[in-house]
């Protein structure tokens, strides 16, 4: 602690040394974050050693094959349609345009070509189809360049889909709207916090505050390497609504040093030593649920755990070290433009909760039972692509290979090079006889009759290459379905019935894996959060009821939140419901854990357990209120915004999920509280420190309290 006060102090008599390095590390960190790699493929985060994931590194490697994409052409003459295919052969990050051109004289008529040729390149509507060769992964830089170029490319009349063009038309999503985000998260932030605070401003010094340790942490990132777009697009507005809370126990607790310190360093010190003992508990729980996110096997998890964890951490440093240097160097102007609070203390609502504890107890309960059955219930889906805007490039791309080809999903199937060229025939008219499939042909067939030799070898490593031979079967079926995922196991069946080591891959197969991890991944990463947080508490309280206490609160309020789409209709995106537990539970148990502290102290000098609930509700409710409805608005304007629909649910949940905790926990917790007490007394190691020492007629009575009393900040014992 003796530490912690000469920092305190040091900070303090150095303020403008401190903004001075602040601003100094802002450098590297801008450079850090522009060189940080953004992944828009969510499927490259599967376990390495899955078949499907052997499979793409090896189309990667071995066939050159690391991302396609497929061009219909419909009614162009077959000269422009060469042209255009030179001129895509051109752009850098293409490495081939297949057509029939590289293998057989492009005007010999459809009807004179073997029939698997002429079905896998001719289509309805007098349409055939280009396949596009990448050297590079669908997500990477080069990939999305070459993309950006083959769209100015096309011809009218021609149609890009694929997943590595719906990769593409997500980063313009993304890269256009993100701006969009934080000018709504920030502008909503700004807007709660002129009604929640004093001044007018206090709100422009706690986001000055923030966009250090926002910044430090995207700069941080390059450690990483890469982080998913979906981390990019969430941490910012994630991290403003989640340590925002810190800001604002700060500042509650400065103005409560300055009532009983003249001197306004001194104050700050002092404020700066207690802010850091309340936060630390509430900074570990929030710090603790993210982390839970790494137990996923799907990796994307550890990637939104870890930015988050960090950004959490370093919002507590900056809390303690930057904001208290603005807070003093702007102090003038903060006292020259106060204004009354807008946002008031629940003065009749703590009196209803102290007064009927009983009731609320009920219905609380009663809520309970249709919502714990209704969130294991809610549908929710896997068909990623589905979130997007259906009139993208890609999209509608993707649509025509459907109608032209029946082309919905590719499965690309690698065998064993010794499988004779009759093996592979008879494996690929089984394949044709499963429902669904509408094309399955080796890419051997293309060069049936042809000597090898004669052609590129770009082509040639089409059809065998690293100990594989490439067979390709086209699904008239979405990824993500019950059917594709059902002709799947039967094509798997096939194949390895042929080869025991034979693998299929691509989008289906992958989203198929993907599916049957989210399902595990969700159980685990809910039982390791709880864990995480209820260690925590019990080690902060030194109690084993009270952890169960408040994650029941804040798990009460997940169902609640997660059953309302059942009511709704409403269909989630899987890493929606898997993150939302997580973000909920560790960033509104702050809330929590303030308002039992507040209980806790309440009942330590001689209150009843009613006279302290309703002081709890009371003198907790405005800093809950002004945390919780800045977290709401942080996400709700992203959730109003943006046009993908994944952002669009997991945002929607976040600030639902806010409100929801915040309201159980001013008006169920106390209750609970009361209700609870002898079990958490005997539970609990000291519970009450010096109520037996103090005498009831010693308070000042209920009723005599002033009317202004200052906020208590959350205080970790």
């Known amino acids: 602690m003796y530490e912690m006060e000469r920092m305190a102090q040091t900070i303090v008599k150095r303020r403008k040394l401190v903004l001075v390095l602040a601003a100094l590390l802002l450098v590297p960190s801008v450079f850090g974050m522009a060189a940080t790699r953004i992944n828009y493929d969510i499927l490259t985060y599967l376990p390495q050693e899955l078949d499907s994931m052997i499979g793409e590194i090896s189309l990667e490697k071995d066939f050159n094959l690391a991302s396609t994409a497929m061009i219909t052409v419909e009614g162009l003459p077959t000269q422009q349609l060469l042209d255009m295919k030179a001129e895509m052969e051109q752009v850098p990050g293409v490495d081939q345009v297949f057509w029939l051109s590289d293998v057989v004289d492009p005007s010999i008529p459809p009807e004179m070509l073997p029939e698997d040729i002429r079905q896998m390149l001719f289509g309805e509507s007098d349409s055939t189809m280009l396949l596009v060769r990448f050297p590079e992964p669908a997500a990477s830089k080069s990939t999305m360049d070459a993309i950006a170029q083959l769209k100015k490319l096309l011809r009218e009349n021609c149609f890009m889909g694929g997943l590595s063009v719906i990769l593409q038309d997500t980063k313009a999503l993304v890269d256009t709207e993100m701006p969009l985000y934080i000018l709504c998260a920030v502008g909503a932030s700004l807007l709660v916090l002129f009604l929640a605070m004093e001044s007018a401003i206090v709100p422009l010094l706690f986001m000055i505050g923030l966009i250090f340790p926002i910044l430090y942490n995207f700069g941080s990132n390059i ?45 700050m010190a002092r404020a700066i030593v207690n802010t850091f003992s309340s936060i630390t508990a509430s900074s570990l729980t929030t710090i603790a ?98 979130s997007l805007p ?88 979405k990824s993500g379905t019950d059917a594709l995922n059902a002709q799947l196991e039967e094509i798997n069946a096939l194949v390895k019935a042929a080869d025991p080591q034979g693998v299929i891959t691509g989008e289906g197969a992958m989203t198929k894996d993907l599916i049957e991890i989210a399902d595990t991944d969700f159980a685990h990463v809910n039982v390791a959060s709880i864990a995480a947080v ?67 102290e309440e009942r330590s000098i001689g209150r009843t357990s009613r006279e302290a609930a309703q002081l709890a509700c009371q003198y907790c409710s405005q800093s809950i209120l002004s945390s919780g409805l800045t977290f709401f608005a942080a996400t709700v304007g992203v959730a109003a915004i943006s ?3 994944l952002l669009k649910s997991i945002c929607l949940l976040i600030s639902r999920g806010a409100l929801v ?56 014992d």
Not at 240 to 252: A, E, K, R
Not at 693 to 706: A, V
């Open 223 to 267: 450690f990483l390497g890469e982080i998913s777009y979906i981390t990019q697009a969430l941490s910012t507005v994630l991290q403003l609504g989640v340590t925002m809370d810190f800001s604002i126990f700060l500042l509650h607790r400065y103005e409560e040093e300055k009532l009983q310190e003249s001197d306004k360093e001194r104050a």
């Open 643 to 645: 046009k993908m629909e």
């Open 390 to 477: 259906q009139d993208l490039t890609g999209i509608a791309g993707t649509n025509k290979l459907r109608d032209d080809f029946g082309m919905t999903t590719s499965h690309f199937i690698l065998v064993d090079e010794s499988l004779t060229n009759g093996e592979i025939s008879n494996l690929c008219n089984k394949l044709k006889q499963v429902e669904g499939v509408t094309q399955a042909g080796s890419a051997e067939a293309f060069t049936e009759g042809i000597d090898m030799a004669f052609l590129p070898e770009n082509v040639r490593q089409l059809a065998q290459s690293g100990g594989y031979k490439l067979i390709l079967a086209n699904s008239a079926y």
């Open 534 to 600: 209820f260690v925590i508490i019990a080690l902060s309280f030194m109690s084993l009821s009270v952890p169960v206490l408040l994650v029941a609160v804040i798990e009460g309020a997940i169902f609640i939140n997660l059953g309302i789409p059942y009511f709704t209709g409403t269909t989630l995106p899987f890493i929606a419901s898997i993150v939302i537990g997580t973000v909920q539970l560790g960033a509104t148990v702050d809330y929590a854990i303030l308002m039992t502290t507040r209980f806790r």
């Open 289 to 386: 649920g993210f982390l839970a996110l790494c137990t996923m096997r799907l990796t994307l998890g550890r990637d939104i755990g870890i930015v988050m964890a960090k950004g959490v951490a370093l919002g507590v440093l900056c809390t303690i070290t930057i904001l208290p240097s603005l807070i003093l160097t702007f102090d003038r102007a903060v006292e020259r433009h106060r204004h009354r609070v807008f946002i008031p203390q629940l003065k009749r609502a703590s009196r209803f909760v102290a007064k009927h504890p009983g009731p609320v107890i009920a219905v609380f309960l009663i809520l309970m039972a249709p919502f714990s059955l209704a969130q294991s219930k809610t549908s929710v889906y896997y068909t990623l692509f589905d």
């Open 661 to 716: 905790s915040m309201v159980l926990i001013i008006l169920v917790l106390p209750c609970l509280l009361m209700a609870l007490e002898p079990v958490i007394r005997h539970t609990t190691w000291r519970w009450l420190k010096k109520s037996d020492s103090i005498s009831q007629e010693h308070l000042p009575d209920m009723d005599d309290l002033k009317e202004n009393s200052p906020n208590m900040s959350m205080k970790a």
